[in-house]
């Protein structure tokens, strides 16, 4: 089987490439989980827009703040169409995290009598697998209001235990905040499962993208959920840009959450009443270059065809999980195989630490991740101090894979475990 | 300067004489609409009579284009069925969004033809349709109304 | 008397001068104060940092990890020595409003006993002239906690009313948040005189410094204030970054903003403890290009030199309100002359409306702001619907200003109130 | 590779045999330290008898280079005074900040000198730290409950 990507043709796009590393070596990067690199026209978009149409947003009549505002908000639509979501439950945020403490403080923000009002007697559900900004800010939720933070706990394979669903999503669950793909494990979680329990007792679902978004097709409605956050920069796209939808339903009835200019209707001294959405949730001048590269980093990703992206995907991480299952002395965490499970391979070797294995690849010219991966509970969990990560993307070819093999050993034998 | 092709003679009379432009004391419906970008604000009276647009009156504060769009969208409201005044309505927002590719048809649109040019201004628009908005929902509060 | 900035020279650093406005006129940028134009330096370091050291700061042990990490926290030392304080007190924020944002938060988010816990009785001052982004943050805050808002006034000049200051900031007060400069009026305020009353009383003094940071030499320390926020896309910056700064001894005692990766401890299941600041309050993959830009902006000003940026800015503004007060059926807002005034001047024209006179400008390429500014209770307090606002940079020169004057004239005399 | 530069050999056999690496019973202060970029973590154990630092033992898990300076630092602290403990722990310090540039002065530092290599990577002088800083923050606690 051979990708459907040209890597060496698209690898023109990213000029990182070209840089040398250590000892003159050639970068390989294994880190796209943590942040992937950017093409060139994601940086040409953003300096197109500065060069060309920098103004405020939203506050101006003449000609560079019209074309700022058709920049911004034709990005917006761009990401809308990517996700399948309206224009107007799409907002920009400065990231992943920022997303999900918007949903969080806004429903800690809420009043009695509103559906997102939380009490003792509530339940807000999470897993075991949740990166920290999908699971602080919703123990800080269940402490400031006095609601109880349950979670789905995982099985011997590194998946979603869902035997107890009934159990966990009960008449008190008012939230149900789950990863779509563990950054650590891989898992792919079974979304439409967990929203039709739910759905059933009228809890909202959170769906943590920032795994999934960059490297498979996504569709809000098909999914079921109520809210949806990633971030740009895993994505193609520039620092400093995030995705939060929510359904329209949800998002006019909701409190906002940072406040300032712009997501106002009204304002006296001691008032004030909001715009509709998206704007009642994106107070001040926003991060409109950003936007403006988010899109063209989802606009290459469309004329790739993300498909396509998920094929190349598959390929890459079959192969890694062949190859270092097979190696002696090492251990892949999480699911075995490539069935449910994205571009993100951890693993442990037997005698060296995470941090002097990402330290002897790093000699090889090969960028992993190393440590708890923001997931330190699921760590405790899989009884580990830390893992070493690779994570893939369209760059990356099964030559990377066959160097990381190879240095693998290598250290091996300088560590003198094998 | 092209401020002409966005002022025409027309609106900067309605400007300068805004029709309607005084509260009558008995409506349908009230209205206060607010462009938040802005700050202009408008506040519509609308009086329903056997489905007929019997009166629209407004006051506010807004810039040329909305004080004169208002005016020529009671000039041309007032007499008509609400059927056939949402369809004059719809017509207008389609000119609004025309990224000055339309004309808009004189005769169903009259006066507010001379608004074409702002559909090039994307700034503007909303100042165009507020009076228009705010009539549109003064009609689905009426309607609601004399359901009840 | 000439300016000590060579625009014509500099003008050439920002290619969007290059760029034709309608009918093929140059464009005379006039609305800084909602956005500045970006050097070509920026733009720049933000693309030299994608191409050559992208990767997730604090995260990775690779080459570009590290590379990231310096980049990025030499960044912030950048912008620590631009405000006299220390790296550590300095924190990367997406905007002024979100570092406003965080203030508020964080102090609501303060448990009772904490010096920053506020109850009813407690008193928040704000004043008449603030930027909604530095006055509805408070309303909530005043609102959750049941403390009590209350304001300065302003004078008939457009000044600070600072006649009562004894009884608005008393013994109740807890947090004095007020604008260094006003984004309508120009006026620049007596910080000092207001962070000696709070000493007094023992309340901290927030600093909106969107006006100022950009304009003119700013010391927090020789300010005596406790917090500050400017945004870095007004003071030549990306879009996307601001800063939030505190006093170390207040930032060690506060309650985190936002939470998720990178700002933790340790975590677990249900419970999270806090990394020392900047860090607890920089949740998630931070804005690190936008940072790495925002430094490369502080260097222009620095290199310029902020004293020569203040000097060409009380050139324009003297010579702007010179020519504007002398124009028949023109107002000017706010002080009539220079003296402790920045380089924002607003104005109305009788019989045309705000709008209309920033559409009649941008049909000669001039770029103003009209409206409200976000500062509506302001325009109310003034009784006017909106002003028009001229705002100049060091990108400005006296011809610009001309250019304005005598469009102006022509707009009085198309709309015939002249 | 150039790992040999940065896991000099007397790194690896400290990492394989590390020294002082069980926690004695009794101690003047006990500290528990964490590094958050990774989870490494320590538990560091000091005795302080007349001035003298009598004994410093310690647990933990965490990569080859903070066990290895760990244990060195063990090996180089029991026996000395505070002043002279606190100086080589500022010698070490500075060392780490060097960025490749300094080498160490053996006769201070000792076996710590193989670590100056750790100086060329940011991401790991953290690590190097560690027990150092654990060491530091035990010593200033023992000296405060000394002086109750
Ligand atoms: C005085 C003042 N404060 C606060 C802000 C808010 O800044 P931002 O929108 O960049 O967050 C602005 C600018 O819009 C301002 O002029
Ligand atoms: C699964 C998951 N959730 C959330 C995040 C947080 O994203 P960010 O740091 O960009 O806000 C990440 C990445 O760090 C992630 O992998």
Redesign the interface.
């Known amino acids: 089987m051979t990708s459907p990507i040209d890597v060496a043709a698209l690898k023109r796009d990213f000029?990182?490439f070209d840089?040398k590393?250590?000892?003159g070596k050639q970068?390989v990067?294994l880190?796209s989980g943590?942040?992937s690199?950017?093409p060139r026209q994601v940086?040409d978009a953003?300096?197109f827009f500065?060069?060309?149409n920098?103004?405020?947003v939203?506050?101006?009549?003449?000609?560079?703040?019209?074309e700022a505002?058709?920049a911004y908000e034709g990005a917006r639509q761009i990401v809308a169409d990517f996700i399948g979501a309206g224009a107007d439950e799409t907002i920009f945020t400065?990231?992943?995290?920022?997303s999900?403490?918007l949903i969080a403080?806004s429903f800690g923000?809420s009043k009695p009598g509103s559906k997102f009002h939380l009490k003792a007697g509530d339940r807000i559900v999470v897993s075991?697998m949740e990166?920290?900004?999908?699971?602080?800010?919703w123990?800080?939720l269940a402490k400031?209001t006095g609601a109880e933070?349950v979670?789905f706990e995982i099985t011997e394979e590194g998946r979603l235990d869902l035997s107890k669903i009934a159990d966990v999503i009960n008449k008190k669950t008012k939230i149900v905040a789950i990863t779509h793909q563990s950054n650590v494990l891989g898992t792919i979680n079974p979304i439409q499962e967990i929203t039709q329990a739910a759905k059933k007792v009228g809890a909202v679902v959170v769906l943590d993208a920032c795994q999934s978004a960059p490297h498979f097709q996504i569709d809000v409605k098909e999914l079921g959920i109520d809210f949806l956050a990633f971030?740009g920069?895993k994505a193609l796209g520039?620092?400093?840009?995030g995705i939060c939808w929510g359904k329209g339903e949800h998002l006019s009835e909701m409190e906002p959450f940072?406040?300032?200019?712009?997501m106002?209707?009204?304002?006296?001294?001691?008032?004030?009443t909001w715009?509709p959405a998206p704007r009642k949730f994106e107070?001040?001048?926003?991060?409109?270059?950003?936007a403006v590269g988010l899109a063209a980093a989802l606009n290459y990703l469309s004329k790739i065809g993300m498909d396509r992206v998920a094929e190349h995907d598959a390929l890459l991480t079959e192969y890694a999980l062949s190859k270092l299952v097979a190696l002696p002395g090492v251990s892949v965490i999480g699911p075995q195989n490539g069935l449910d499970r994205g571009a993100v391979v951890s693993f442990t070797i037997d005698g060296?630490?995470?941090?002097?294995v990402?330290?002897?690849?790093?000699?090889?010219g090969?960028?992993?991740?190393?440590?708890?991966h923001?997931a330190?509970?699921l760590?405790?969990k899989l009884n580990l101090?830390?893992t070493t990560r690779a994570s893939f993307y369209i760059y990356n070819d099964l030559q990377d894979i066959d160097i990381l093999v190879q240095s693998i050993g290598?250290a091996q034998k300088?560590?003198?475990v094998l | 300067m092209e401020l002409e092709s966005l002022y025409q003679e027309v609106i900067l009379d309605h400007y300068k004489h805004p029709a309607n432009k005084k509260l009558s004391p008995d409506y349908t419906a009230q209205v206060h609409h607010v462009n938040t970008s802005c700050g202009d604000e408008i506040t519509l009276n609308l009086s329903l009579k056997d489905g007929l647009i019997s009166q629209v009156s407004w006051e506010g504060v807004g810039c040329s284009i909305s004080q004169a769009s208002t005016s020529i969208m009671t000039d041309l409201m007032i007499g008509k069925n609400t059927e056939s005044a949402l369809s004059v309505l719809g017509e207008f927002t389609s000119l609004m969004q025309s990224k000055g590719l339309a004309k808009g048809d004189e005769l169903v649109l009259e006066d507010a033809v001379a608004l074409a040019g702002v559909s090039k201004f994307p700034a503007r628009i909303k100042c165009a349709l507020l009076g228009w908005m705010a009539f549109k929902d003064a009609i689905s509060q009426s309607v609601t109304q004399q359901e009840k």
């Not at chain 1, 939203?58 to 019209?66: S, Y």
């Not at chain 1, 106002?264 to 004030?272: L, R, Y």
């Not at chain 1, 990402?358 to 090889?364: E, K, M, P, S, Y």
């Not at chain 1, 090969?366 to 708890?372: D, E, F, L, N, Y």
């Open positions: 000029a990182i840089k590393m250590r000892g970068l990067y880190d943590a942040t690199q950017k940086l953003e300096r500065y060069e060309n920098n103004a405020a939203h506050r101006g009549a003449h000609l560079l703040a019209e505002n058709e400065k990231s992943a995290t920022e999900l403490n403080y923000n075991e990166h920290h900004a999908n699971l602080i800010p123990q800080q400031r933070l979670w971030s920069h520039p620092t400093g840009v940072l406040t300032g200019g712009s106002i209707e009204t304002v006296t001294m001691t008032d004030a715009a107070a001040g001048v926003p991060n409109m270059a950003q060296i630490h995470p941090h002097d990402g330290q002897a690849l790093d000699g090889n090969i960028a992993v991740r190393t440590g708890h923001c330190w509970p760590m405790r101090v830390g290598e300088f560590f003198g």
